[in-house]
């Protein structure tokens, strides 16, 4: 692709599009012009991001990101160069994780061992490796930026959507904080996840956010767009993409809540298994379902006699139960498991995708992190769901959840879908609040009920649509008790996947650059 000249805010001759004025470019002009440009503009780039963490949960003020959003389009669009812009959104980036993910500093802190400044090195290190596609998007939106606003736009849109993606996929991926997670309802644009996923609906938060600014009285049409596409997300929201299945059946969530610190000491143990059992001979229910590795010993390990009295307690109802636990092979080979008991015979599932830092150490870490079974084999990548009674249910532990390709595998089979968590690692942080919200948005991808259930929080039902239907409260011994029901049928998304979306880029990218190139060309050398 041939190189474009760069955009000076100073030479109007160069881009007269970008000086189509719009109430909130208006605002934006009317920020003293040195918090536009040099040190200042960088640290404004860095606040912005910070900021955003407010529209995730647990404010959730989704309408702010796409005007947060808008800032940064033209902060980058009033750069001098390219390398400029670059480093505006690089700290956008930044700000946006070091605000955001830094709960995982606690996980290395207080349960890894670790003093302050090494725990402190790799929580910074991981939000610059998080930030590594926001210098691409920053310097190439800039370098090849389109002539028109409404090309710039998609451009802006499409770059958004290829750093998402490639975050999620490098590294194994780490899609937290995707912007499309702000979204959730009562945004009118989570109407468009069951069709694009979580990736979709941060296209249309960024491309909404640059047609905010590009609109202005003589050009309107990218305000009618904004409200076009805010008013078609409010129509999808209330299409059911899913229809209901067999009869509803009741379902008891139990909550633990016991300190990290504690739940692996021997002395512990014998509570941990009559908490357990208390709570679910209390709490009759067709399906029961306890937080991911519930009882901290091999599944080999726990004594007969107390799971032949799990498993009669979960018969009562004609039902079945569903435990976090740790099962194996050998000593070197062991995995984080879900394990079932009751009337349908007993089935297992085995994380697929573990957590660095949590469950595996990533090379050159692991000789100074000391968490306790931080070492887990990976399960089979496609397991069949569980078959327990008149539905199927696809389990998913703790940070599976971030990936809505692996949750599709078990669909359309899966009638209900089943997330265990105990993100005790990260204590009293956003952690909680922010993974619930990511499971409303797999429920919304999928047209699926997610039950959670959690050590310390959240454990909550969330409906086909993305609502909570009820949650615990957090850091509470309690059983969320409720009556669902399984649900048939795909979605669009889980049909096509994120090829939907890798689609959406390179259309986005052939209409938004495609002019430009070819009128280089018809000028010839």
């Not at 902060?75 to 160069?81: I, K, M, T």
């Not at 409404?150 to 194994?172: C, D, K, P, V």
């Not at 002395?267 to 209390?282: C, F, H, V």
């Amino acid at each position: 692709m041939l190189r474009r000249p760069c955009h000076n805010p100073t030479n109007k001759t160069l881009n007269p599009a970008s000086r189509a004025l719009s109430p909130l470019r208006l605002w934006i002009c009317a920020l003293p012009a040195r918090l536009q440009q040099g040190r200042l503009a960088l640290l404004l780039s860095a606040l912005t991001g910070a900021l955003g963490v407010l529209s995730f949960a647990p404010l959730e003020h989704f309408w702010l990101m796409p005007f947060l959003l808008a800032l940064l389009f033209q902060l980058l669009r009033s750069a001098e160069n390219w390398r400029q812009a670059a480093w505006r959104a690089t700290l956008f980036g930044l700000g946006l994780f070091l605000a955001g993910v830094s709960w995982v500093y606690v996980s290395m802190y207080v349960y890894g061992g670790l003093s302050m400044v090494m725990a402190a090195l790799p929580t910074l290190l991981l939000c610059f490796i998080l930030a590594t596609g926001h210098p691409a998007l920053g310097g190439l939106f800039h370098y090849y930026m389109p002539k028109t606003p409404g090309r710039q736009a998609l451009f802006y849109a499409a770059l958004w959507l290829s750093i998402e993606l490639l975050r999620g996929w490098l590294f194994t991926g780490f899609p937290w904080l995707a912007l499309g997670y702000s979204q959730t309802p009562p945004s009118p644009l989570a109407g468009f996840a069951p069709i694009l996923g979580v990736y979709g609906v941060s296209f249309f938060t960024a491309l909404i956010s640059a047609w905010l600014v590009c609109g202005s009285r003589k050009r309107p049409w990218p305000w009618i767009a904004v409200l076009l596409t805010l008013l078609s997300g409010w129509g999808l929201r209330h299409y059911a993409w899913t229809e209901p299945v067999g009869e509803p059946i009741r379902v008891a969530l139990i909550q633990g809540n016991i300190a990290q610190g504690l739940k692996w000491r021997p002395e512990k143990y014998s509570y941990t298994l009559s908490l357990y059992r208390d709570l679910i001979a209390q709490n009759p229910a067709q399906l029961t379902v306890l937080p991911e590795t519930a009882i901290p010993v091999f599944y080999d390990n726990i004594d007969k006699d107390y799971l032949r009295e799990l498993k009669s307690l979960a018969m009562r109802e004609n039902g079945n139960l569903v435990m976090g636990v740790l099962t194996r092979v050998d000593a070197k080979t062991y995995w984080n498991s879900a394990v079932s008991l009751g009337v349908a015979p007993g089935q297992s599932y085995s994380k697929a995708h573990l957590v660095p830092f949590g469950e595996y150490a990533p090379f050159g870490f692991d000789w100074f992190l000391n968490i306790p079974m931080a070492s887990f084999s990976s399960g089979p990548v496609w397991q069949p769901p569980l078959e327990l009674g008149a539905q199927k249910v696809a389990v998913n532990i703790c940070y599976e959840d971030l990936f809505g390709h692996t949750l599709s595998a078990p669909l359309p089979e899966a009638t209900l879908l089943v997330n265990m968590s105990n993100t005790a690692w990260f204590g009293r942080s956003l952690a909680q609040s922010q993974h619930l919200q990511i499971a409303r948005m797999r429920a919304l991808e999928t047209g699926r009920t997610m039950l959670r259930a959690t050590n310390t929080g959240m454990t909550a039902v969330i409906t086909p649509d993305g609502k909570v239907q009820d949650v615990l409260p957090q850091f509470t011994i309690g059983v969320l008790t409720a009556t669902v029901r399984g649900h048939t049928g795909l979605t669009p998304y889980i049909l096509w996947g994120d090829g939907g979306v890798l689609f959406l880029i390179l259309l986005t990218l052939y209409v938004s650059l495609r002019r430009d190139v070819q009128r280089t060309e018809d000028r010839g050398p």
